[in-house]
């Protein structure tokens, strides 16, 4: 039986294209056949969940089953009652299979656990925002079957970028008008083959071609060397290449369906300062991070007075949400250790911009210092992206 | 004191400047206000007037310029 990874291979977007041109007409003609929709969505999730990789299609009906029950039974709890109790058990509830999925592989050296398929955390992020906006109270008409269309929307499935349930809702009861589709269209395929380019070509050449090499070297030179400062920068302009490319194919494919998954890449090599960097690096991760983690927790410690100086709680707060962060990607030290570096550069930028602000005419800015500040950022990136490689790792083992 | 000059004077406290001139800066651009500012911002306004802001209504394109805050405000005072 066939059998895909999403975007992986020129059959893959010959199939695309022809299960979308219903679609495409259809809006066109300014109609919305849902039940086309799903049907598609079913075909997709077949082709990348079927075959060989069965069990984590089980794996995955089974995981949607379970979300949707869960957060159904919270939205009905919810109209009545509004216990902290039971709304922390839910987002506890609702996290747990991820849980079991990222710790599988520390505990049994690296066994991969059954319940896991590709993207589960993307789905597990959908589930918890709608439970936390449950909560408060924004998101009142909760529709089971609607939910599990908006889990399932197969362009974002794989690996995002993570929507929002009412701004998807608003796109999937429309239907974009003549002109504005066609922009849409045209947007569409642009960013498609901007993803061609990006995945295909660039991160081929620092992927396939040039990364490999420079591993093979730096293992060879044992410790510090030239090899290392390579991989560091190839492994670092292959991610973005890799992973901006996939997001340029996810947010393409959704323009074609009406549905403006928002963008998750914004040139974040430009950034000036490590926060810029956030809001331009996986951005809808980066969002859901600091609506759903950091804002609630400052929140919560700020009413609470937990910490008696606001600096202290974002500081607190920083940490904790990129060593969450961190956790989420796996549970490695590099994964970890990556976060942790995160959260405390975000604090450093935090203290030297109030620095820079109180100390106004005598710390000099230009030119030259707005392009030393992005010299500075870039190199911290790509430095975290090596450990975030896990090539450190393997080099530590080797020894 | 009305609504409008409440905000403002939470929000001089918060950045530091007196925004009654520049009503329609965006506040997440030029930097004066952060995800932490904006929480101190709704737990203030909760404060002084009274109005139960949850995290999950606060949408940034919403809420980045003085005179939207002041007619979100204004609206759930209503």
Known sequence: MLSFTPYENPMYFGILG?????????????????WYETLISVFFLILTFGGPKLTQG??????????????????KYRKKNNNTGVFVSAVILAIIPLVIVKLT????????SIIGFLGISYLTFKAVQTIMESRDGVLKAFNPWFFLQFL??????????????????????????????LQLLQKGLHNIFKGFIYKYMLAYVFGTMLLPK???????????????VGVMYVYSMYLFFDFAGYSLFAVG????????????????FKSRNIKDFWNRWHMTL??????????RLVFFFMKHKVFKSPKTTANVTYILNMTIMGFWHGVTWYYVTYGILHGAALVVNDWWLRYKKSHRGQ???????????????????CFTFLLFSGFLNKMIMMK | MDTKETVLNVLQDLTGSDLSDDLDDNLFENGLLDSMGTVQLLLQLQSELGIEVPVSEFERSEWDTPNKIIANTEEMLK
């Open chain 1, 286 to 295: 980066s969002f859901w991070f600091r609506d759903y983690i950091y804002m």
């Open chain 1, 58 to 75: 089980f794996a995955l009906i089974a995981y949607l089953i379970y979300e949707v029950l869960l957060v159904w039974c919270y939205t």
């Open chain 1, 18 to 34: 022809l299960g979308l041109l219903p679609i495409v007409i259809g809006i066109l003609c300014g109609k919305r056949f849902h």
């Open chain 1, 253 to 268: 494919t959704s323009y074609f369906m009406g549905i403006e998954t928002p963008m998750n890449f914004n040139s974040p």
């Open chain 1, 152 to 181: 399932v929307f197969f362009p974002t499935i794989s690996s995002g970028p993570i929507d929002r349930y009412r701004r998807f809702k608003r796109d999937y009861d429309r239907v974009p008008k003549q002109g504005k589709y």
């Open chain 1, 363 to 381: 710390i000099p800015h230009n030119k030259f210092t707005e392009v030393f500040a992005t010299f500075i950022t870039f190199n911290f990136v």
């Open chain 1, 214 to 228: 420079l591993e093979h070297q730096a293992l060879m030179a044992h410790g510090l060397s030239w090899s290392l």
């Open chain 1, 105 to 112: 592989p520390a505990i049994q050296n690296g066994k991969q």
